[in-house]
Structure formats: C-alpha cells, structure tokens
C-alpha cells in the first residue's frame, strides 16, 4: 500500500508564493526624472479581468498605499499615494478609510510652509464626501485643505457648518465656521450662523459666547469696510492714509465707522484697521498668508 503525501506543504507553499505575491511592488512607468511613478493597471481592464477577484485586488492595493507611504521620503514619492487611493477607490468606493488616510497622507511641506500635492489630497477627499456625507472626520479634513492650502474661506466654512451640526462634532467648529465666513468676506452668512446658534442654545454660557460672536461680526464687517477705504486711498496716492478721519475727510469713507463697544478706530502697523476695543481681527489667516490663528 502506497504511503498517503501530506497536503500540508503544498498548502504553506501556495499560501507563501500568494503572500510574496501580495507583497511585491507593482512595476515603474519609465522615469521622466529621478522619480519612476508607479506603473497601475487601468480600473477598466481589473474590473473585467479580476471581477471574482476583486476584494483580493482591493487588499493588494491597499498593502501597496501602505507600504508606498512608508517608504515616502520626497515630495514625488508621497504623490504616488494618489494613484493607488484612486484607483482603490474606483475599485471599492465604499472603502471609507482611503479617503481619510490618504487625504491626510498627501500634502508635503518643502520647507517654510510652502506645501504641495495638496490639489490630489483636496480631490480624494472630494471624491469621498458624496459617498460619506456625514463623515465627520473627511468634512474637516476638506475644510482644513480649502482654508489652509487654498484659501476658499466660503466654502470651507460651508463645510464647516454642515460639520458643526453632525453627531459628535467637537464645539469649536461652528465658531471657527463663523470666523471663516469673516474672513471670506460674508460676515452676513458668519452672522446668521451666529444668531442661529444663538437662538438655540441650550445654556446661557452658551447664548451670551455667540451673542458676543454677534458683536464681533458686526466690528469685523466696520473694520473691513474701512480697508476697502485705505485700499482705494492707497490706489490714489501709492500710500496708505496717516489715520481714519483722513478717509473720511477725503470722501474715501462716506460714514464713519461705529463700533458696537463705543471705541475709536485706528490704522495700523500692517495699514490695516482696528479698534481700541478690539485689538485683533476676526480672522484665522493673517493676508500676508504667514500662518494662522486658531482662536
């Protein structure tokens, strides 16, 4: 009688050469540089070809943003998250985390705040949301990359206020929302989120801070309108005014500016105005795009 062969290392060895498999690397596109760009295959051709394979695929190329992530080192390799994320995507649009974590993985900074590949973070990101309405983390995460990258103050505190009002969302989001609104200059949208939330608060501590926000719109809607005064002053005479009732004098301002807390008004250092009250501006993004301020 012929002795029985184990299966047993048929099966470690099918299940190794599957691992090493699901390991290796895709090919490189030749190099148009130093970098060689990852060489995917077209999501038409994977959706016929791997159609009863696809959840498998889908774990490859997942392993593959993973380990593409890890090795980043430049700019050029942290870009080449954005093709694998695309096309898991198309592959499982429901895989929620892709979005997340490459949205995150994305945007490099060179140094001295000067960030790139921050339009693919902005559009996996995007390309997510429809799916994902009501994910807290990726409104935020678009919010962030529209103010902080691209400066559309608008429709990041759009976002913002869809996302304020999602379950769990942390409590600074619709104040920063009404500070995104200033600085875009929609103070009446800031304004009406304001009084809404003022409205519907359920605490007093709560009503009097967004009352208060109420009063800090109506300030921040004076001070813009007075550099829109020394905007067209400076246009006039290629300076900035020596001070307030100089615009008003000259007809750069028709009325003068009323601060709700009685204080007057000056033109600062930056040639940019303020009150006495109120030292600093409703604002997160100083206009010189050095930095920002969370506040």
């Known amino acids: 009688m012929r002795p029985q062969t184990s299966l047993l290392?048929?099966?470690?060895?099918?299940?190794?050469?599957?691992?090493?498999a699901l390991l290796a690397a895709p090919p490189r596109k030749p190099p148009r540089g130093p970098h060689e760009e990852p060489l995917l295959p077209?999501?038409?051709?994977?959706?016929?070809?791997?159609?009863?394979?696809?959840?498998?695929?889908?774990?490859?190329?997942?392993?593959?943003?993973?380990?593409?992530t890890g090795r980043a080192r430049t700019a050029e390799e942290?870009?080449?998250?954005?093709?694998?994320?695309?096309?898991?995507?198309?592959?499982?649009?429901?895989?929620?985390?892709?979005?997340?974590?490459?949205?995150t993985a994305l945007p490099t900074n060179l140094g001295r705040e000067q960030w790139v590949n921050t339009q693919e973070s902005t559009r996996i990101i995007r390309k997510g949301l429809p799916l994902f309405p009501?994910?807290?983390?990726?409104?935020?995460?678009?919010?962030?990359?529209?103010s902080t990258y691209h400066r559309e103050y608008r429709?990041?505190?759009?976002?913002?206020?869809?996302?304020?009002?999602?379950?769990?969302?942390?409590?600074?989001?619709?104040?920063?929302?009404?500070?995104?609104?200033?600085?875009?200059?929609?103070v009446d949208a800031g304004m009406?989120?304001?009084v809404s939330l003022a409205e519907s608060a359920q605490d007093e501590e709560t009503r009097a801070a967004f009352e208060q926000r109420i009063q800090d719109l109506k300030m921040e809607a004076e001070l813009q309108r007075v550099d829109k005064a020394i905007a067209t002053f400076r246009e006039h005479f290629g300076?900035?005014?020596?001070?307030?009732?100089?615009?008003?004098?000259?007809?750069?301002?028709?009325?003068?500016p009323v601060d709700p807390a009685g204080g007057d008004f000056y033109i600062g250092h930056d040639e940019r105005a303020y009150s006495e009250t109120q030292r600093r501006?409703?604002?997160?993004?100083?206009?010189?795009?050095?930095?920002?301020?969370?506040k």
């Open 42 to 68: 077209r999501k038409e051709v994977l959706q016929v070809v791997g159609r009863s394979h696809l959840p498998l695929l889908v774990d490859y190329l997942w392993i593959q943003l993973i380990q593409e």
């Open 134 to 146: 009501d994910d807290l983390q990726l409104n935020i995460l678009l919010a962030y990359n529209l």
């Open 281 to 294: 501006r409703l604002e997160i993004f100083t206009p010189n795009n050095r930095g920002y301020q969370w």
């Open 9 to 20: 290392p048929l099966v470690v060895g099918i299940v190794s050469l599957g691992a090493l």
């Open 192 to 194: 009406a989120l304001a």
């Open 239 to 256: 300076v900035a005014p020596p001070d307030v009732p100089t615009l008003l004098w000259l007809g750069f301002l028709p009325r003068p």
């Open 78 to 103: 942290y870009r080449d998250i954005y093709p694998y994320a695309e096309l898991l995507t198309d592959l499982d649009p429901k895989f929620g985390l892709v979005y997340r974590f490459a949205g």
């Open 155 to 186: 429709e990041a505190a759009q976002v913002l206020e869809h996302a304020s009002k999602l379950p769990g969302a942390p409590d600074y989001l619709a104040p920063l929302a009404t500070r995104l609104y200033a600085q875009s200059g929609e």
